[in-house]
């Protein structure tokens, strides 16, 4: 595919993802009065025809559907749950990788951020050391950790960091995760219900966009050296784990069953309850050491 046609796909791609989002905000706030009814089914439903082929339909998403797209060349996924049983607060996720990692770019070193409000709802990745990076401003509002010191303070750079902070401003409700592993950016946001529209998606969309851009220019080849590159190199895992919810790798925010010990991100764990496994059923979960 040559450059016209990944802009086009680009731009096709942009293009459905506003118009799908006054749509997707409208039934998220439908969910919320009646989140499960006739009503609601046949407007999920009536959203999947109209944009077939753009959700993900699972057993945990259901009435909350994950949602599918391109962005600046990024696989991208969208989903929204409910936080609290009163559907007064929603969380964000949006979860980028990059199929270029290894060719054109170096993976991204392991680094979590994440805004101080966050800090009990956070389990701190195995293996991580938090880090400063004399910025007043980010480390009053970020604790970030990374698995080495180096990688992370060479992502970092002022306008990844201002970045983050415009991502943290979007929505009353300030608060933000992102983490940073192999060839994947997850970002968190919870949100007061209310806040919950096509702008707010969308200004997320676009606002994580501008920090991977930031991200991956300091992360390109030709700009790295010979030691930039020793120090950047990833191995990846020889078993990558999966979570038994959302199907993603597990590397940051683990936990597992206390029963059977099977691992689930801890967000995910959160949304369905339970340990996802059939039969287990089991509601306490532990840190792994």
Same mark, same amino acid.
């Given at each position: 595919?040559? /450059?016209?046609?990944?802009?086009?796909?680009?731009e096709?791609?942009?293009?459905?993802? #506003?118009?799908?989002?006054? !749509?997707?905000a409208?039934?998220?706030q439908?969910?919320?009065k009646? @989140?499960?009814?006739?009503? %609601?089914?046949r407007? *999920?439903?009536?959203l999947?025809?109209?944009?077939?082929? %753009?959700?993900?339909?699972?057993?945990?998403?259901?009435?909350?559907?994950?949602?599918?797209?391109?962005?600046?060349?990024?696989?991208? +996924?969208?989903?929204?749950?409910?936080?609290?049983?009163? @559907?007064?607060e929603?969380? +964000?996720?949006? =979860?980028?990788?990059?199929?270029?990692?290894?060719?054109?770019? @170096?993976?991204y070193?392991?680094?979590?951020? $994440?805004?101080?409000? *966050?800090?009990? %709802?956070?389990?701190?990745?195995?293996?991580?050391?938090r880090?400063?990076?004399?910025?007043?401003l980010?480390?009053?509002? $970020? $604790?970030?950790? =990374?698995? !080495?010191?180096?990688?992370?303070?060479?992502?970092?750079?002022?306008?990844a960091?201002q970045? *983050?902070?415009?991502?943290?401003? +979007?929505?009353?409700?300030?608060n933000?995760?992102?983490?940073?592993?192999?060839? /994947?950016?997850l970002?968190?946001?919870?949100?007061?219900?209310?806040?919950?529209?096509? !702008?707010?998606l969308?200004d997320l969309?676009?606002?994580a966009?501008?920090?991977?851009?930031?991200?991956l220019?300091?992360l390109?080849?030709?700009?790295a #050296?010979? #030691?930039?590159?020793?120090?950047?190199?990833v191995?990846?895992?020889?078993?990558?784990?999966?979570?038994?919810?959302?199907?993603?790798?597990?590397?940051?925010?683990?936990?597992?069953?206390?029963?059977?010990? %099977?691992?689930?991100? /801890? #967000?995910c764990?959160?949304?369905?309850g /339970?340990c996802a496994?059939?039969?287990?059923?089991?509601?306490?979960?532990?840190?792994?050491?």
């Amino acid at each position: 595919m040559g /450059r016209r046609d990944e802009h086009h796909a680009a731009e096709s791609s942009k293009g459905l993802l #506003d118009e799908i989002l006054p !749509s997707l905000a409208d039934y998220y706030q439908q969910c919320r009065k009646i @989140l499960v009814s006739g009503r %609601t089914q046949r407007e *999920l439903e009536h959203l999947r025809e109209q944009f077939g082929g %753009t959700f993900r339909k699972d057993a945990y998403t259901d009435h909350f559907p994950k949602v599918a797209f391109k962005s600046g060349g990024q696989n991208a +996924v969208l989903a929204v749950w409910p936080r609290k049983a009163d @559907l007064s607060e929603f969380q +964000v996720n949006l =979860a980028f990788s990059n199929p270029g990692a290894g060719s054109q770019t @170096l993976p991204y070193p392991t680094v979590e951020i $994440f805004s101080h409000g *966050l800090a009990r %709802t956070v389990v701190p990745a195995k293996g991580l050391s938090r880090i400063t990076l004399s910025d007043s401003l980010f480390d009053h509002h $970020f $604790f970030a950790q =990374a698995q !080495s010191d180096a990688p992370a303070r060479r992502i970092l750079v002022p306008e990844a960091r201002q970045r *983050l902070m415009e991502l943290y401003c +979007v929505s009353t409700h300030h608060n933000l995760y992102v983490g940073l592993e192999f060839e /994947r950016v997850l970002l968190k946001k919870y949100t007061h219900a209310n806040d919950l529209t096509a !702008s707010l998606l969308a200004d997320l969309s676009d606002g994580a966009q501008r920090l991977i851009e930031v991200l991956l220019r300091r992360l390109t080849i030709e700009e790295a #050296d010979r #030691d930039a590159l020793e120090i950047l190199s990833v191995s990846f895992p020889a078993e990558i784990v999966r979570c038994q919810v959302c199907g993603e790798s597990i590397v940051l925010d683990r936990i597992e069953c206390r029963r059977c010990e %099977t691992p689930h991100h /801890r #967000d995910c764990w959160d949304y369905n309850g /339970r340990c996802a496994v059939y039969g287990c059923g089991e509601s306490h979960f532990r840190i792994p050491a």
